[in-house]
Nanobody, 123 residues
Framework: QGELVESVGGLVQPGGSLTLSCATS????????MGWYRQAPGKPRELVAT???????TYGDSMQDRFTISRDNAKNTLYLKAINLRPDDTAVYYC?????????????????WGQGTQVTVSS
């Protein structure tokens, strides 16, 4: 297993809902911004949402109306709740942890990624 372990996605009908989870260690979860991204076939990876350790969030374009990011500090787990799913939400969904730090003008560290999970929205 990697350091970010995602739940299994699955098949949902249009208009349905789904919650994904991403479990990690206390070391990572307590110190880093976490996020969800997705990638549809033939398209670049796009931002869904990120959330900081202080519970501040950022959503990708047109994401906030149907996606909600949250975190459970007791479980070291990140969640993504999706509602009113549409066929064009079909993608592989990835969680990540942004381990980068800034010192002066320099940025160091890396971003780590979960294994990805397939979400298919179809009738």
């Amino acid at each position: 297993q990697g350091e970010l372990v995602e739940s299994v996605g699955g098949l949902v009908q249009p208009g349905g809902s789904l919650t994904l989870s991403c479990a990690t260690s206390a070391r990572i979860f307590s110190s880093n911004t976490m996020g969800w991204y997705r990638q549809a076939p033939g398209k670049p990876r796009e931002l869904v949402a990120t959330i900081t350790t202080g519970n501040y969030w950022t959503y990708g374009d047109s994401m906030q109306d149907r996606f909600t990011i949250s975190r459970d500090n007791a479980k070291n787990t990140l969640y993504l709740k999706a509602i009113n799913l549409r066929p064009d939400d079909t993608a592989v969904y990835y969680c990540n942890a942004d381990l980068r730090r800034r010192k002066g003008w320099d940025v160091y560290g890396s971003i780590i990624w979960g294994q990805g999970t397939q979400v298919t929205v179809s009738s």
